[in-house]
């Protein structure tokens, strides 16, 4: 058997990629390589959001030069959403990589493989095998190797047709298509068979689902899922199908975009069962003018009224948010209204981020770069004001019991459990191996920033 050695780097679209592509090697004969210096195949997936991720692929590159000097026949390739963006990069910095292939092309990384090792020795120029297209059709079914055997990420939608003015994704991934619903009930079904107990669902702007109107409406009557030609297959009925044909899972969502997040979609949330009681909202910014200048299609005001429709419909819902700092021209004053915005909405969880320049976005040529010293500062007093908040959030909830996902051994102390709550915080406590893959009612014990330390209460 030949064997794959794969790194990812990214977004949870990015970990399910890889889990597609290791899918279809597996089935056409390989294994997974310990390590670089074992495999046939390397292959790196990409990100593309920040400049992080691309320099550390700058360094896998460079180990991957050495390697292939005395593994000459090994095979590399760069997959992600590096490669429809920068592939011109790549090429130019490590002309010595076999392939690129984008986001959109996963389905023919397997043909793209075998075109290699077909030219080898041949004089044609390699970069002919790429598949970077962002108009390639993502939504055939792919075979999946799934990295865990409980939770399960599971697309429902590709690419994105908004126009961020910082986000390089859809240059990356193109624009928005939705998988058919029968597809991804079909997928989520057999994953509660296999015994799975949580599904993920997956899109750049999950909550677009059905925008592009991919699917054929009459396919879906046909098939039972659609009961009136004019009924609308938007995301929140997604939601509804799936919670009637997979009642006994739980379900997950990510990232919706706030301008999307309408009345309907916060009445599903509230009223399925199997809708756990998270919702990552990325806010971005406090400051409507920076919005405006992001082109987030919302100001501060109506992302609030959107948190506290949602509170009021489910009051234990646990709310968590992306934001950007340094945003070319953000002043002092704009920065302070997302402190201000932090304060007022006490979010969860946060992901925060200095700005980071992408090639091909609009925001690269805007002017009023922000120092990076300046920067730095301001990120690090947000983070000091928002993990204050979200530690005080877990220690008020301490004493209270939760349903709890368990997951497996804590990284941290193996001799413990871990999972999450249905608002997506991390549990850990002591128990019996065989609790995991189930759920268990768990005691919270002692909050803290990253989650509970708890007790078991009782299992189901």
Known sequence: MKRLFLRTYGCQMNVHDSERMYGLLAVNGYETAA??????????????????????????????????????????????????????????????????????????????????????????????????????????ITPVRRASTISAWVDVMFGCSFACSFCAVPSARGAEVSRPPDEILNEICELATLGYREAILLGQTVNAYGRDHRYQINRGARLGFISHPLERTDFAWLLRMIDRSAPEMRVRFTSPHPQLFNDDLIQAVAELPTICEHVHLPLQSGDDEVLRRMRRAYNLDQF??????????????????????????ETDAQFRSTLRAFKEIQF?????????????????????????????????????????????????????????????????????????????????????????????????????????????????
């Open 348 to 460: 969860d969880q946060a992901f925060m981020f200095i700005y980071s320049p992408r090639r091909h976005t609009e925001a690269n040529e805007f002017g009023g770069r922000v120092p990076k010293e300046v920067a730095a500062a301001r990120l690090q007093e947000l983070i000091e004001l928002a993990n204050g908040a979200f530690q005080r959030k877990n220690e008020a909830l301490a004493g209270r019991s939760f349903e709890v996902l368990v997951e497996g051994p804590s990284e941290k102390n193996p001799r413990r459990l871990t999972g999450r709550t249905r608002t997506n915080k991390v549990m850990v406590f002591d128990g019996p191996r065989d609790l995991i893959g189930r759920l268990a009612s768990i005691r919270a014990e002692k909050g803290f920033l990253w989650g509970f330390e708890g007790s078991l209460v009782n299992s189901q």
């Open 35 to 140: 390590s670089m210096n074992e495999a046939d195949v390397v292959l790196i997936n990409t990100c593309a959001v920040r400049e992080k991720p691309e320099r550390r692929l700058l360094a896998e590159l460079a180990n991957l030069r050495r390697i292939k000097k005395t593994h000459p026949d090994l095979i590399i390739g760069v997959a992600g959403c590096m490669t429809p963006r920068d592939g011109d990069l790549i090429r130019a910095k490590a002309p010595f990589v076999d392939f690129l292939l984008g986001p959109r092309s996963i389905v023919r990384l397997p043909e793209i493989i075998r075109r290699v090792e077909m030219q080898r020795g041949s004089k044609d120029r390699l970069d002919q095998v790429d598949a970077v297209d962002i108009f390639d059709d993502p939504t055939p």
């Open 304 to 329: 609030r009224r959107i948190v506290d429709k949602l509170r009021a419909a489910v009051p234990e819902i646990a709310i968590t948010t992306d934001v950007i700092v340094g945003f070319p021209g």
